[in-house]
């Protein structure tokens, strides 16, 4: 009872941070101007953003199956894919994305996965897309420093991009720390895991496709966003989106939201400002990409529905509990240095 208390209140909390921010950008706006806006854009190009989202997921389903491949764990890509459509639905009804994942480790351990696998998987999984997307970022200030003369905005992503970069690099070589650092149990599971993902990236028979998708999933939010932009007949050119954007995805993966709503539509405001961008047509690129989002999960929605992942699988194995992150030995015998 006091969990679920506690998740009430996280989930209350992240909800009134959403409506709060929607409607505090919403008061200094032209609402009227907003929906000419919204109900202006190209459908061609909506739908252009739309199938490059579907396409994205196939993209996401391809890495994570490498993923568990390196954990031993063979999935067969069909059951792989419905298996994230149907995390993307609980992402929109859950208090965060975590609550998405959290589905597909279920959904996992009722295939017979064992519990380090799964959790193992899914969390690399994850670090894989913000080790991407720091890439994507640190590829880019250049770029912003040239294009943006607001110093404030330059600090602010600057720092961002800095803190993403140092946390990677912290958790990848936390097993070169003093021992008397890392001993303790719970350091001691991210030292692991982060020896894991080392592992899938420099020793991993796939890690070049493996951090291939890991940028080009990114590369295709931004081109869907840069689509929107293109609907609505914004002044952005694909230079400044492919600068601007991935600060956007960040900032919306931080779980303080309801599935991102309003911290998206705040961060593309502000980030699409700094080149010239309108308020209302940032905000209707934001307000259209929450929408396409919410349409894929409602697919996945749908195939949650009619599909054999609501109770048919094997029942989870329950011996398994470990978050034990160690090198699976069968992969590192099949990797090359």
Not at 60 to 78: C, F, P
Request: net charge positive.
């Amino acid at each position: 009872m006091q969990l679920r208390s506690r998740q009430a209140v996280f989930f209350s909390a992240k909800l009134l941070l959403s409506i709060a921010v929607l409607v505090y950008i919403a008061g200094g706006l032209d609402l009227n101007q907003l929906k000419i806006q919204l109900l202006s854009v190209d459908p061609v190009m909506f739908l252009l953003a739309l199938a490059l989202v579907l396409l994205q997921t196939f993209l996401l389903t391809g890495r994570w199956e490498l993923i568990m491949r390196a954990l031993n764990v063979s999935l067969d890509w069909m059951g792989a894919w419905r298996i994230l459509m149907i995390s993307l639905w609980f992402n929109q009804v859950l208090p965060s994305s975590a609550g998405g994942d959290a589905v597909r480790i279920w959904l996992l351990r009722r295939r017979g996965v064992k519990w380090s696998q799964a959790v193992k998987g899914v969390a690399a999984d994850r670090f894989t897309a913000l080790l991407g997307l720091v890439i994507l970022m640190v590829i880019g200030m250049p770029m912003l420093l040239s294009r943006v003369s607001n110093d404030a905005a330059i600090l602010a992503i600057g720092g961002l991009t800095l803190a993403g970069a140092v946390g990677t690099a912290l958790l990848l070589t936390l097993d070169r720390w003093p021992e008397r650092l890392i001993a303790r149990r719970p350091v001691a599971s991210f030292v692991r895991f982060g020896s894991f993902v080392r592992h899938l990236l420099l020793h991993f028979s796939s890690r070049e496709v493996l951090l291939g998708s890991a940028l080009l999933i990114h590369l295709i939010t931004t081109a869907a966003a840069y689509a929107l932009a293109v609907g609505l007949r914004a002044q952005l050119s694909i230079f400044d989106a492919f600068i601007l954007i991935p600060p956007v995805i960040l900032l919306t993966a931080v779980p303080i939201s309801i599935s991102g709503w309003g911290v998206r539509e705040g961060a593309m405001i502000a980030c699409l400002a700094l080149v010239g961008v309108p308020s209302e047509q940032a905000l209707s690129i934001s307000l259209l990409l929450g929408a396409i989002s919410v349409i894929v999960g409602v697919m996945g929605g749908v195939i949650w529905l009619t599909s054999a992942e609501r109770g048919s699988y094997a029942a989870a194995e329950p011996s398994d509990h470990s978050l034990d992150f160690a090198l699976p030995q069968v992969d590192k015998a099949s990797s090359r240095p």
